[in-house]
């Protein structure tokens, strides 16, 4: 068994210097807790180093994920309804995301071919939808592009008379600047594209559509 030796008076630390490491310790901590974790975590930055490291645009990233994830869990009930069970087709209508009535037309006319350009600008924080009335089995394509700033973008089709909420998506996406495709109406009612700009800056998106469509027009 070997005796350890025990530390002398002068070995250890005064009062002093303990107290000079509590206070070096506490001090890096805020430096840290300002610079690095409010930007990164909540896109807080009072000192602006955070945005010269990039960590405050990582925060603002965060929020807006959150957001957008709180705003896709309260519909996803509604959006897995609509994949699941066939869609009655009553004659009065209304757009759940618009949150204004569209009336069925009495007697359909047949959808001929059509083509149209429609451009919108939407402020920070802005939303716009632009929505074309087609009839089950009608075909589209489309393309639409920002002026360079993404956008976050949900493509997707009610049908007339629809409960609040109840609507079928074909595809979204987070923070693009475009999107091109084709979809087919799986039923009688509005089909169309939701915008939302998350930026600091204006965004102008210019939509492009040919297809088999009753009309086209924007809703918000």
Same mark, same amino acid.
């Given at each position: 068994?070997?005796?350890?030796?025990?530390?002398?008076? $002068?070995?250890?630390?005064?009062?002093?210097?303990?107290?000079?490491?509590?206070?070096?310790?506490?001090?890096?901590?805020?430096?840290?807790?300002?610079?690095?974790?409010?930007?990164?975590? =909540?896109?807080?930055?009072?000192?602006?180093?955070?945005?010269?490291?990039?960590?405050?645009?990582?925060?603002?990233?965060?929020?807006?994920?959150?957001?957008?994830?709180?705003?896709?869990?309260?519909?996803?009930? /509604?959006?897995? /309804?609509? /994949?699941?069970?066939?869609?009655?087709?009553?004659?009065?209508?209304?757009?759940p995301v618009a949150a204004a009535p569209v009336a069925a037309p009495v007697s359909a006319p047949e959808p001929?071919?059509?083509?149209?350009?429609?451009?919108?600008?939407?402020?920070?924080?802005?939303?716009?939808?632009?929505?074309?009335?087609?009839?089950?089995? /009608?075909?589209?394509? =489309?393309?639409?592009?920002?002026?360079?700033?993404?956008?976050?973008?949900?493509?997707?089709?009610?049908?007339?008379?629809?409960?609040?909420?109840?609507?079928?998506?074909?595809?979204k996406a987070k923070q693009v600047k475009g999107d091109k495709g084709e979809f087919t109406a799986i039923f009688?009612?509005?089909?169309?594209?939701?915008?939302?700009?998350? $930026?600091? $800056?204006?965004?102008?998106?210019?939509?492009?559509?040919?297809?088999?469509?009753? $009309?086209?027009?924007r809703v918000i």
């Open positions: 068994m070997y005796n350890t030796k025990l530390p002398t008076q $002068s070995d250890l630390p005064t009062s002093r210097q303990l107290l000079r490491s509590t206070l070096i310790a506490i001090s890096v901590a805020a430096v840290l807790l300002v610079t690095v974790v409010m930007p990164s975590e =909540y896109a807080i930055d009072p000192t602006g180093a955070g945005r010269l490291l990039g960590l405050t645009q990582m925060g603002e990233m965060k929020i807006t994920l959150a957001e957008e994830a709180a705003v896709d869990a309260a519909v996803q009930p /509604a959006a897995t /309804a609509v /994949a699941q069970a066939p869609v009655p087709v009553p004659p009065v209508a209304q757009e001929t071919l059509k083509s149209d350009e429609m451009t919108v600008t939407l402020k920070p924080g802005e939303a716009s939808e632009i929505k074309l009335e087609m009839l089950n089995t /009608a075909t589209v394509s =489309y393309e639409w592009t920002t002026n360079g700033m993404p956008v976050n973008h949900d493509t997707h089709g009610e049908p007339y008379n629809a409960p609040n909420g109840f609507y079928h998506s074909y595809s009688d009612g509005t089909h169309g594209w939701f915008w939302r700009n998350r $930026s600091n $800056s204006d965004v102008t998106i210019t939509l492009k559509t040919k297809g088999e469509y009753l $009309s086209i027009k």
